[in-house]
């Protein structure tokens, strides 16, 4: 008797300990999410603003660009373009079109939306996955925009890689131009078969993601 009431307090400790670790993570969690947006606000408020463009699709057409030190990375905000000082013409020319094209699909408001789904599942690996995935299709959706579009495949290509080598390898982690490495993207605009892939990925991430949340409730 004594045996088996010392286990069903071990589990009730175990239980509650389990809580308040997820109750850390997504404290932390919220924190780093709050900070993401107000630090954007504020390199928005304190860098030089160069120009409003159109960009026709979008309820708000009215796009405002920045300048922003060569040393950053280009990226978009709401309905604001960041280009790094220092581009030459051509590819100050695709960062911009790429970032327009992001913004048209209104991928800001996705990427908030899966940062507040990261947020309440921090502890599930397949929710990162798909938050991975996710941000990959936008990049290879921007990339197909760009090549349906028109534009040279090969001078897009090399613009990619120019700015890649330009910011050095944190560009492939930190830039909203870049996204994902740029090698599965280069791989995905010369592939024949666009999206298979990347697809799938995407689907096995959702569904196991969606298991572990339902196996989580279930067993709480």
């Given at each position: 008797?004594?045996?088996?009431?010392?286990?069903?307090?071990?589990?009730?400790?175990?239980?509650?300990?389990?809580?308040?670790?997820?109750?850390?993570?997504?404290?932390?969690?919220?924190?780093?999410?709050?900070?993401?947006?107000?630090?954007?606000?504020?390199?928005?408020?304190?860098?030089?603003?160069?120009?409003?463009?159109?960009?026709?699709?979008?309820?708000?057409?009215?796009?405002?660009?920045?300048?922003?030190?060569?040393?950053?990375?280009?990226?978009?905000?709401?309905?604001?373009?960041?280009?790094?000082?220092?581009?030459?013409?051509?590819?100050?020319?695709?960062?911009?079109?790429?970032?327009?094209?992001?913004?048209?699909?209104?991928?800001?408001?996705?990427?908030?939306?899966?940062?507040?789904?990261?947020?309440?599942?921090?502890?599930?690996?397949?929710?990162?996955?798909?938050?991975r995935e996710m941000h990959l299709q936008q990049e290879?959706?921007?990339?197909?925009?760009?090549?349906?579009?028109g534009v040279d495949r090969e001078e897009y290509q090399?613009?990619?890689?120019?700015?890649?080598?330009?910011?050095?390898?944190?560009?492939?982690?930190?830039?909203?131009?870049?996204?994902?490495?740029?090698?599965?993207?280069?791989?995905?605009?010369?592939?024949?078969?666009?999206?298979?892939?990347?697809?799938?990925?995407?689907?096995?991430?959702?569904?196991?993601?969606?298991a572990v949340f339902v196996t989580v409730v279930v067993?709480?």
């Amino acid at each position: 008797g004594n045996d088996k009431f010392s286990y069903k307090v071990l589990f009730s400790d175990a239980t509650q300990l389990l809580g308040w670790i997820y109750l850390a993570g997504l404290i932390i969690m919220l924190l780093y999410f709050t900070s993401k947006i107000v630090f954007l606000q504020l390199l928005r408020d304190q860098h030089e603003h160069m120009d409003t463009v159109s960009n026709l699709g979008t309820r708000q057409s009215a796009i405002d660009i920045y300048q922003i030190p060569a040393t950053h990375m280009p990226y978009s905000f709401g309905h604001s373009v960041f280009i790094p000082a220092g581009l030459g013409e051509t590819s100050e020319h695709y960062v911009l079109k790429h970032e327009m094209a992001h913004i048209r699909h209104r991928h800001f408001l996705c990427l908030c939306m899966l940062e507040i789904l990261l947020v309440l599942n921090w502890y599930n690996p397949f929710v990162w996955m798909f938050f991975r995935e996710m941000h990959l299709q936008q990049e290879l959706e921007v990339d197909t925009d760009m090549i349906d579009e028109g534009v040279d495949r090969e001078e897009y290509q090399l613009s990619l890689v120019s700015m890649a080598k330009r910011q050095g390898i944190w560009i492939l982690t930190q830039s909203a131009f870049l996204g994902e490495p740029l090698k599965k993207r280069l791989l995905f605009m010369n592939t024949p078969i666009r999206w298979k892939n990347a697809s799938a990925r995407l689907m096995f991430s959702s569904l196991m993601a969606f298991a572990v949340f339902v196996t989580v409730v279930v067993t709480s």
